[in-house]
């Protein structure tokens, strides 16, 4: 965030700087201040917004489900979902809008995933789609057993003889 700040303040003082060399002195200051000011707003505005949840509508990443390692839901204003998404080291802190169903899949999510040991997963977390009755969210499914090697030391049963 700070590096794209930096980036178009000095981009916009380029511009500001190479369009206006011949203009007169009130124009050149108008300028620089409404510059600085620039500056000053994209500077405050970044650091506003850290730690602060994003609203899940104006995520661009593209991930088809994403852990769930915590969850507030406030009701009547958001639920706030804190997501692991695949390929990204760090997690990150969502806001969703507030929807009693998607609160009681969550709840229920987080129930079944505690009996079962396992994880809560959000299903397509990015994605706006006008089916309202799909699961947003869900326990993980218990991890299989490991595979069993018969190979070596295979026991192999012997019919005994029955014909006598």
Request: glycine residues 8%; neutral net charge.
């Amino acid at each position: 965030m700070i590096t794209s700040a930096i980036v178009f303040a000095f981009l916009l003082g380029a511009f500001i700087f190479s369009i206006l060399p011949s203009a007169g002195l009130a124009r050149r200051v108008l300028s620089v201040s409404l510059f600085v000011a620039l500056i000053a707003v994209v500077y405050s505005g970044g650091l506003e917004l850290l730690g602060r949840p994003k609203p899940l509508r104006l995520e661009w990443r593209d991930a088809s489900a994403a852990q769930v390692l915590g969850s507030l839901p406030v009701e009547g204003q958001s639920i706030y979902v804190w997501l692991k998404l695949p390929g990204v080291a760090e997690p990150r802190a969502y806001t969703l809008p507030w929807s009693i169903e998607a609160a009681q899949q969550l709840q229920t999510a987080m129930s079944d995933a505690q009996a079962n040991g396992t994880g809560v997963q959000m299903a397509m977390p990015f994605e706006a789609g006008l089916d309202d009755r799909e699961r947003k969210f869900y326990a993980e499914p218990q991890p299989p057993l490991p595979a069993k090697d018969y190979r070596g030391n295979a026991l192999l049963y012997q019919q005994p003889d029955t014909r006598s």
